[in-house]
């Protein structure tokens, strides 16, 4: 059984979480299905809108299925939460790939 199936298992059981969600979209992101990753990291930050890890794997997530707009908010909202939560280091990364995606879209040039 895969981690994928073992995950989908624990929902099916009534088992559904923001860790378990957390867990389902980075193992979809891992079989490269972005959009299914995302819906299950959405889910994670519903349930759990302070969880910085799960924005940012949300804003990847949504990156690689080239919804950049929706990858950028994921991100900022992700930025906003870490800063929040005292988590430096998320905020950075999440901040670097922000700039990423402005430049690669030509909304700014600062890099």
Avoid at 42 to 60: F, H, I, M, N, T
Avoid at 90 to 108: D, H, P, S, W
Wanted: glycine residues 8%; without cysteine; proline residues 2%.
């Amino acid at each position: 059984m895969s981690a994928i199936e073992k995950f989908e298992s624990m929902l099916v059981q009534g088992r559904d979480g923001a860790l378990l969600r957390f867990s389902l979209g980075n193992e979809y992101l891992k079989q490269g299905e972005p959009r299914q990753a995302a819906e299950h990291l959405r889910r994670a930050v519903e349930q759990d809108p302070k969880y910085s890890a799960a924005w940012k794997l949300l804003g990847r997530a949504l990156a690689e299925a080239e919804a950049w707009d929706e990858a950028l908010a994921a991100y900022r909202q992700g930025i906003d939460v870490a800063e929040a939560r005292g988590d430096k280091q998320a905020a950075k990364e999440m901040g670097v790939f922000v700039r990423r995606i402005e430049k690669q879209l030509g909304l700014k040039s600062n890099d």
